[in-house]
Structure formats: C-alpha cells, structure tokens
C-alpha cells in the first residue's frame, strides 16, 4: 500500500525556519516529489519539485528561502524553508508522481498535510 507520510510542520515566528520530510513506501518506482501548500480559502499550489535525478524547480515566492532535497535511498523527501514568512501558512502536502506496481501507470500520489504556521 502507498503511503506518503509527512513530518515537521508546526508553529514558527516569521523570519525562522523549518523542515518537512515526507517518507514514502509501498512504491515499486518513484520519479518526481514535491510540496505543494494550500491556505485557507485558495487553491493548492506549487512550492517545489526534485526529480529522481536531483533536478529541482521553485515556486518564485520561495525562491532564494525554501530548499527541496531527496534522499532516493530512503525514498524521503525535505523541505527546508528559512526566512519564513506569514504569507507561507498553509497547510503542505508532499506529492509523489511514482508507480505501486509494475503494470499500473504512473499516478499522482499525496500525503495528508502538515500544517505551518508563521507568525508576525
């Protein structure tokens, strides 16, 4: 069974910083992870990718402040984000685009949410 699990969210005052992980399993393979982040009252969004490669991509609003990285040994993905602001609440969700078998096709996966919170 997939499962996506994420850790690390909680309160934090603006300007600090914090680390989600998010640990998946029951995949047979795994291309690209993310985060994406969904505030109260608008849609989910991007916050960054990392493909089996290592190749990343940003969301501007995080750019230069938030770092993706991935650990494929242990099929864990990070976010480090720094320089938090109010505006980066949300609730974050990891996604992972990957295969639980061989003869499926690949599918969208997503974890449960983590929620952040940064105060003024």
């Known amino acids: 069974q997939v499962q996506l699990v994420e850790s690390g969210g909680g309160l934090v005052q603006a300007g600090g910083s914090q680390r989600l992980s998010c640990a998946a399993s029951?995949?047979?393979?795994?291309?690209?992870m993310g985060w994406y982040r969904q505030a109260p009252g608008k849609q989910r969004d991007l916050v960054a990718t990392?493909?089996?490669?290592?190749?990343?991509n940003y969301a501007d609003s995080v750019k230069g402040r938030f770092t993706i990285s991935r650990d494929n040994a242990k099929n864990t993905v990070y976010l480090q984000m720094n320089s938090l602001k109010p505006e980066d609440t949300a609730v974050y969700y990891c996604?992972?685009?990957?295969?639980?078998?061989?003869?499926?096709?690949?599918?969208?996966?997503w974890g449960q949410g983590t929620q952040v919170t940064v105060s003024s």
């Open positions: 996604n992972a685009a990957g295969r639980d078998t061989a003869w499926r096709p690949r599918s969208d996966y």
């Open positions: 029951g995949f047979f393979s795994i291309n690209a």
């Open positions: 990392i493909t089996s490669g290592g190749i990343t």
